[in-house]
């Protein structure tokens, strides 16, 4: 069982930057892809982010490219989300999602294993 707890949420103006950080229970961690996903009000759950197994491959969704920066630090269970040059349609909840035992990091919610339970981001304008 693996659990994954965020932090690093909170309000920002726009322009603003925030890191949010997922820390993983087990000691599968460094075989798991992690990623991000974020689900606004009266929207469905999309993917921004994922990261492979060892780090060496990272994917975005187009709108944050450039802006946002997913990384992982194996020796500390943590997986990180920079985010910069925030915008007011970035404001979402934002969970971080772990897929166990795979160096592939898919962009699919359910092809991940386990969830947090989610941090709000809120960015004004």
């Known amino acids: 069982q693996v659990q994954l707890v965020e932090s690093g949420g909170g309000l920002v103006q726009a322009g603003g930057s925030l890191r949010l950080s997922c820390a993983a229970s087990?000691?599968?961690?460094?075989?798991?892809?992690m990623g991000w996903f974020r689900q606004a009000p009266g929207k469905e759950r999309e993917f921004v982010a994922a990261?492979?197994?060892?780090?060496?491959?990272?994917y975005y969704t187009d709108s944050v490219k450039g802006r946002f920066t997913i990384s992982r630090d194996n020796a500390k269970n943590t997986v990180y989300l920079q985010m910069n040059s925030l915008k007011p349609e970035d404001t979402a909840v934002y969970y971080c999602?772990?897929?166990?035992?795979?160096?592939?990091?898919?962009?699919?919610?359910?092809?991940?294993?386990?969830w947090g339970q989610g941090t709000q981001v809120t960015v004004s304008s």
């Open positions: 087990g000691r599968t961690f460094s075989s798991n892809a």
């Open positions: 999602a772990a897929r166990r035992l795979s160096a592939y990091a898919p962009s699919r919610a359910h092809d991940y294993d386990y």
């Open positions: 990261i492979s197994a060892n780090g060496g491959m990272t």
